[in-house]
C-alpha cells in the first residue's frame, strides 16, 4: 500500500514483494511427491484437500501457480531488483500504471490455496492523489461447485489532520468447514455465505511514527490472515515509515 501510494516500489520492497509472489510457485515446482520424507507443505495441503476436492492435484497446483509469475507487479520487482538495483544502483522504481484522468490503475493476478480448493483472484489496484485502495475479485473450483471472494481495502478512506480512517471489506460464498481437528478431511454438505468488516485508525505523531488501532468482525469462513471462526477483530500497533 504504501509503495503505491508512493508511485513507486523501494528495493527493498521489491525484494519482498517478489520472493512472497513467487514462494508458492518455486516450493510448487520443488514438490516431486505427495509422500516425501522431512515434511512438505504442498503435499500435506494436496493430502488434506483433496479429501474434498479432486480437482486439486500436485500437476494443478504447480501449473496454476506459474500465474503468479504473470503478476504485472511482481514483474516489475524482478525488474527493479535485478536490473534498477542491482546492475544500474537505483534504489526506486517507478509502478506502470495504467493512468486513466487523475486516477492510476494497475491489475495483479495470483493465485492462492483455500480450505476447499484454489482461488484465482484478480486484484484491482487504484491509485487517487496518492491515496490507495485494492478492489480484489477471487474465484476458483470447490469441492461443491464454485466459491467466490470480493474484497476492498482502503486504508486512507478519510485523512482529518494528523488523523487516518480507513476500512475494509470482505464478503464470500464458499463451502461450509468442519472447525474440528479434521476440519480438510471432513465434508460438511452446503455453502457459507459470510462476511468481514474492519474498521481502522492511525493518528500519526511525527510525520515517520504513528499509533495504530483496528476492530470489526469476520462471520465464519476462511479469509486470508484471519482464524476461521468467527470472531470479533481487535489489534492495536505503531507505524514506521
Known sequence: MRSLGNEEINYRDAYLYMIERCGLTIYA???????????NDIAAYINGVSF???????????????????????????????????MKGDVQVGIPFL????????????????????????ENMIVS??????????????DLGVAEDVRLQVPVLWSPGRWQMGIEFDAWRQPNLELGK?????LNPGWNFGALAIGSVTYRITPSFGLHAE???KSSGFVDGE?????????GGIELR
Open 29 to 39: 515446482l520443488r514438490t516431486n511427491s505427495l509422500y516425501a520424507s522431512g515434511g
Open 215 to 217: 476492530g470489526g468482525y
Open 182 to 186: 479434521l476440519f480438510l478431511t471432513r
Open 99 to 122: 493512468k486513466i484522468g487523475r486516477i492510476q490503475y494497475l491489475p495483479g493476478f495470483r493465485v492462492g490455496l483455500t480450505p476447499f480448493g484454489y482461488d484465482y483472484y484478480l
Open 227 to 235: 482464524p476461521l471462526a468467527a470472531t470479533a477483530i481487535l489489534r
Open 52 to 86: 474434498r476436492n479432486p480437482h486439486v492435484t500436485l500437476h494443478s497446483i504447480q501449473d496454476n501457480s506459474l500465474l503468479n509469475l504473470l503478476d504485472p507487479l511482481t514483474l516489475t520487482s524482478l525488474y527493479g531488483y535485478f536490473f534498477d538495483y542491482l
Open 129 to 142: 492523489n496518492h491515496h490507495p485502495m485494492i478492489a480484489t475479485i477471487g474465484i476458483g473450483p470447490a
